[in-house]
Each structure stands twice: as C-alpha cells, then as structure tokens.
C-alpha cells in the first residue's frame, strides 16, 4: 500500500499536507480503490469556508457517489479545476495531480486529531480483512 509519510490522514480516507498555514486535501489511494473507476467530481469554489467534517466534494464512481469531509477547518483558496476535467486522476493520481483544494487552516490544533502514516496504514489494513 503506498501511504506517504509526509500527510496527515482521516477515518473518511481523506489526506491533507500541510505547509505553513495552507493545506492541499485529497483522497488517499486506499479511497480511490474504493471507489473503483472515476467519472465525476464536483468541488467548490474558491473563498468557500468548510467546518471540520462537513462534506466539500462528492465524487461519483461507476459504483457510487461518495461526499468528501473536511480535515480540518478552513477556507479554500485554489480549487484543482484539472480534476474537473480529467476524473481519471484520482484513480491514475491521488498523492499528487489528484489534488482536490488548498485552505487556509482556520484551526490548526484540528491537525492533531488526524491519523499519521503509520496508524493510517493499521486502519486500511484492519478494513480489508
């Protein structure tokens, strides 16, 4: 399974890097498996604000349509417009030009709540069995 080390993770398989105030979110690869193939992905727009947990994309596969939540607390300020054309990136790339948003954090202690790798890693491997 190929986690990177350097974000943070969610029990919804979200991920977030974070650099300095901002952070890039996503879905992990785990997520896209999941979800099998990508035909749709609607995102919001810029300078919308999002609580921790509330829902800021869906994405719709062949098999469902699934929300995305927040990490953590913050305000959008790029949206991937790519991914709005190009679904295929979130199964193809989901660490890298599968990139959904980049937020202001609005709370950083929220961070702390998030799983590392390592534990991301656990709780995959505990749901496939």
């Not at 977030?16 to 990508?38: H, N, P, Y």
């Not at 959904?100 to 991301?120: R, V």
Request: one cysteine or more; aromatic letters at 10%.
């Amino acid at each position: 399974m190929n986690i990177p080390k350097d974000l943070k993770y969610t029990q919804n398989d979200e991920w977030i890097k974070v650099e300095g105030q901002t952070g890039l979110i996503g879905v992990s690869d785990f997520a896209q498996d999941s979800l099998s193939d990508v035909v749709y992905v609607e995102l919001p727009e810029s300078g919308d604000m999002f609580n921790k947990g509330e829902t800021f994309a869906v994405v719709e596969s062949v098999k469902a349509a699934s929300d995305i939540y927040m990490p953590v607390s913050g305000e959008v300020i790029e949206v991937n417009e790519v991914l709005t054309q190009q679904y295929e990136l979130v199964n193809k790339d989901p660490y890298g030009k599968a990139w959904m948003i980049k937020i202001n954090i609005k709370e950083p202690s929220e961070l702390d709540g998030l799983m590392d790798a390592a534990a991301y890693e656990a709780y995959c491997m505990e749901r496939q069995h």
